[in-house]
């Protein structure tokens, strides 16, 4: 079993920067890709960034240039740093993690940035 604690979301204006952070424990022996998803109001969940355990990341088009997803593998923690945001970021951003075979979700952790 594998729990996901996720910290540092909150409420910013457009243009501001936030960071989250997702730190996983229990059987996180070997623990392959992590990442961010985000889901906002009527919309379906999508992909934010994810990196694997080699630091090889993938990120959303929409947030090229603006997110940066790092990893500590020592700790189990990975780090969304989140620059120059938009009102269209709003959203409830998830952490999931890989443990093989099975998917890991966070709680979520709500993100609101204001125009």
């Known amino acids: 079993q594998v729990q996901l604690v996720e910290s540092g979301g909150g409420l910013v204006q457009a243009g501001g920067s936030l960071r989250l952070s997702c730190a996983a424990a229990?059987?996180?022996?070997?623990?392959?890709?992590m990442g961010w998803y985000r889901q906002a109001p009527g919309k379906q969940r999508e992909l934010v960034a994810t990196?694997?355990?080699?630091?090889?990341?993938n990120y959303a088009d929409f947030v090229k240039g603006r997110f940066t997803l790092s990893r500590d593998n020592a700790k189990n923690t990975v780090y969304l740093q989140m620059n120059s945001l938009k009102p269209e970021d709003t959203a409830v951003y998830y952490c999931n993690a890989e443990v093989a075979p099975s998917f890991y979700w966070g709680q979520g952790t709500q993100v609101t940035v204001s125009s």
């Open positions: 990196i694997r355990r080699s630091g090889t990341t």
């Open positions: 229990g059987s996180t022996l070997v623990i392959g890709s």
